[in-house]
């Protein structure tokens, strides 16, 4: 017994049927006074001359190094991140 499901495009590496053990109805549990992704509008959308999603960065918060990935410009080990708000 197992079920099919239609998966996205981005997950077509994935094997689509599942035991329904592994299944469970979607619950709408968000806490008393959290804001639903429906209650609000998406954040407005930047583009550079590019096309290329442009973002305001307020602060950095913190920084990391990923040793586990490559930086996508030099393609050496170690990629940069920053946590910005």
């Keep these: 017994m197992a079920y099919e499901l239609d998966l996205l495009e981005s997950l077509k590496g994935l094997f689509p ?8 109805p979607y619950e709408d549990d968000a806490l008393p ?12 959308v930047h583009l550079n001359n ?6 305001t960065i307020a602060q950095v918060l913190d920084s990391r ?12 080990r170690g990629c940069l991140q920053y946590k910005v708000k």
Excluded at 50 to 55: A, F, L, N, V
């Design 33 to 44: 006074g959290q804001p639903r992704a429906s209650d609000s509008a998406p954040p407005e």
């Design 17 to 24: 049927a599942f035991h329904p053990w592994l299944l469970q």
């Design 50 to 55: 590019e096309g290329e999603t442009e973002y």
């Design 65 to 76: 190094i990923r040793n586990t990935m490559n930086d996508p410009h030099t393609s050496h």
